[in-house]
């Protein structure tokens, strides 16, 4: 079978074979016009061609990827000045966004090279939190669960800078670096894993269930903060706040029947609710193509419109999240469905390899190719935002306030016995006896 293809870049024809029992395809790749030929297992990031399980054997044309037109998109248009709070022009690649039933965001973007550097500073910073709590759960200080977003921080950090600061936030496990950007600590964050009293819960909730009062978790039921995402959003509605929410989830969770109910409530009430689904291609141990029929995540609400952005590009991310948020309050359109195609770099949690349902290479090339704090690092160098010695003394400033956050940690205290007893309650609203696991275990407040 011969796939049409209209794009006139096209010049490669791949061959593929799906493995036995597997989800992945083998595909060799032959240029057009050269000798040129390697096998590996081709992205589906780009705009893909979808796959029955059925098909065993493939013949069809797409253009090659490069490292600079998946991470590395954006053209500079206008010449950064010297001061940081300058606005200057970037141009997004054309495929950095695919719509449904709504029109695509500008491409013309305007920033300072101040938000840039902020921007890169703080995904990695984010980067060497999460590769600290890798190390402490190796080290078992940390137990449990743990899930963490190692290659996805251009979606937390592009939010960030594209929403308010009382718009609020709510998403699943991997939560981490959400909880620190709106308004927790790196220390607060360690030391909840920890489940030490310094922690953002006080050491009682653990990776899934950290909070800030605009963030509203961190939550470890697969789905389930996305009703509470609208909730939240129609508590906004209710009274009258010119701000919106963003209901996360993956896309393992994107087959749950509460996100379609939650959809289908944000609509018919017309709520400020931007429901963001983070594609990292994998829920769990299972592809995408092996648990939706219909794996263009953006065009599944219906008559929600939906946007897919480039997850890679930490100023795609920003722009998408930008737009969202003109289009459920400035403009008063109701909900819309944004998805970041990213990608994790380790397995599910910690306790998965990440290895037995893809290949080393492909995680290798994806670090290697699409890394979007390469990507950012390559566009500050060659626009002349900063030097290479200027970003690597912000990476050591990165790695010595997580390595100080780490030590914080660790030196703060177990919760003691009594604070079983706490945080049942809002405070103040405590009864005045509280049974424990027995009938003759009583506390009195």
């Not at 963003?246 to 393992?252: I, K, P, S």
């Given at each position: 079978?011969?796939?049409?293809?209209?794009?006139?870049?096209?010049?490669?024809?791949?061959?593929?074979?799906?493995?036995?029992?597997?989800?992945?395809?083998?595909?060799?790749?032959?240029?057009?016009?050269?000798?040129?030929?390697?096998?590996?297992?081709?992205?589906?990031?780009?705009?893909?061609?979808?796959?029955?399980?059925?098909?065993?054997?493939?013949?069809?044309?797409?253009?090659?990827?490069?490292?600079?037109?998946?991470?590395?998109?954006?053209?500079?248009?206008?010449?950064?000045?010297?001061?940081?709070?300058?606005?200057?022009?970037?141009?997004?690649?054309?495929?950095?966004?695919?719509?449904?039933?709504?029109?695509?965001?500008?491409?013309?973007?305007?920033?300072?090279?101040?938000?840039?550097?902020?921007?890169?500073?703080?995904?990695?910073?984010?980067?060497?939190?999460?590769?600290?709590?890798?190390?402490?759960?190796?080290?078992?200080?940390?137990?449990?669960?743990?899930?963490?977003?190692?290659?996805?921080?251009?979606?937390?950090?592009?939010?960030?800078?594209?929403?308010?600061?009382?718009?609020?936030?709510?998403?699943?496990?991997?939560?981490?670096?959400?909880?620190?950007l709106r308004g927790g600590t790196i220390t607060g964050v360690l030391a909840?894993?920890?489940?030490?009293?310094?922690?953002?819960?006080?050491?009682?909730?653990?990776?899934?269930?950290?909070?800030?009062?605009?963030?509203?978790?961190?939550?470890?039921?697969?789905?389930?903060?996305?009703?509470?995402?609208?909730?939240?959003?129609?508590?906004?509605?209710?009274?009258?706040?010119?701000?919106?929410?963003?209901?996360?989830?993956?896309?393992?969770?994107?087959?749950?029947?509460?996100?379609?109910?939650?959809?289908?409530?944000?609509?018919?009430?017309?709520?400020?609710?931007?429901?963001?689904?983070?594609?990292?291609?994998?829920?769990?141990?299972?592809?995408?193509?092996?648990?939706?029929?219909?794996?263009?995540?953006?065009?599944?609400?219906?008559?929600?419109?939906?946007?897919?952005?480039?997850?890679?590009?930490?100023?795609?991310?920003?722009?998408?999240?930008?737009?969202?948020?003109?289009?459920?309050?400035?403009?008063?359109?109701?909900?819309?469905l944004l998805e970041f195609v990213t990608y994790r770099y380790g397995g599910?949690?910690?306790?998965?390899?990440?290895?037995?349902?893809?290949?080393?290479?492909?995680?290798?090339?994806?670090?290697?190719?699409?890394?979007?704090?390469?990507?950012?690092?390559?566009?500050?160098?060659?626009?002349?935002?900063?030097?290479?010695?200027?970003?690597?003394?912000?990476?050591?400033?990165?790695?010595?306030?997580?390595?100080?956050?780490?030590?914080?940690?660790?030196?703060?205290?177990?919760?003691?016995?009594?604070?079983?007893?706490?945080?049942?309650?809002?405070?103040?609203?405590?009864?005045?006896?509280?049974?424990?696991?027995?009938?003759?275990?009583?506390?009195?407040?």
């Amino acid at each position: 079978m011969v796939a049409s293809v209209s794009n006139p870049r096209v010049f490669a024809i791949v061959v593929g074979r799906r493995d036995v029992g597997t989800s992945r395809l083998r595909r060799r790749v032959q240029f057009i016009g050269g000798s040129r030929e390697s096998s590996f297992l081709l992205s589906s990031t780009f705009p893909p061609l979808l796959l029955p399980p059925s098909f065993h054997h493939v013949l069809y044309c797409t253009q090659p990827q490069s490292r600079s037109s998946i991470a590395d998109t954006t053209e500079l248009r206008q010449t950064p000045s010297d001061a940081d709070s300058q606005p200057f022009t970037l141009q997004l690649h054309e495929d950095s966004f695919q719509t449904y039933q709504c029109e695509k965001p500008d491409l013309e973007v305007q920033i300072t090279k101040g938000e840039l550097l902020e921007m890169y500073a703080q995904m990695q910073t984010m980067r060497r939190m999460e590769m600290a709590a890798d190390a402490l759960y190796k080290a078992k200080l940390i137990r449990g669960f743990c899930h963490l977003a190692i290659g996805q921080e251009a979606v937390s950090v592009g939010m960030e800078h594209g929403i308010k600061k009382d718009d609020r936030v709510i998403t699943g496990y991997r939560c981490h670096p959400f909880a620190v950007l709106r308004g927790g600590t790196i220390t607060g964050v360690l030391a909840e894993l920890l489940g030490r009293q310094g922690g953002m819960s006080r050491g009682k909730g653990g990776s899934m269930h950290i909070f800030t009062p605009s963030f509203f978790g961190g939550n470890g039921i697969v789905g389930a903060q996305v009703p509470v995402g609208a909730g939240a959003a129609f508590a906004q509605k209710y009274k009258g706040e010119k701000n919106c929410t963003f209901a996360m989830y993956g896309d393992g969770a994107s087959n749950q029947g509460q996100v379609f109910e939650a959809f289908n409530m944000a609509k018919l009430w017309n709520l400020p609710t931007i429901f963001v689904c983070e594609n990292n291609k994998y829920g769990m141990g299972t592809s995408a193509e092996r648990s939706s029929s219909n794996t263009a995540y953006f065009t599944r609400g219906d008559k929600i419109p939906g946007l897919q952005v480039n997850g890679m590009d930490i100023i795609a991310a920003k722009r998408a999240v930008e737009y969202a948020r003109k289009w459920a309050v400035d403009d008063d359109k109701g909900p819309l469905l944004l998805e970041f195609v990213t990608y994790r770099y380790g397995g599910h949690s910690m306790s998965d390899p990440g290895t037995t349902y893809r290949t080393r290479e492909e995680v290798q090339r994806m670090r290697s190719t699409q890394d979007p704090i390469r990507g950012l690092q390559r566009y500050l160098e060659e626009w002349g935002v900063a030097t290479e010695q200027e970003l690597k003394a912000l990476d050591k400033e990165a790695k010595l306030k997580v390595d100080k956050a780490v030590e914080e940690a660790k030196a703060s205290e177990e919760p003691p016995l009594e604070s079983l007893w706490r945080d049942v309650y809002f405070a103040g609203t405590e009864p005045g006896v509280m049974r424990g696991r027995e009938r003759e275990e009583v506390h009195r407040y």
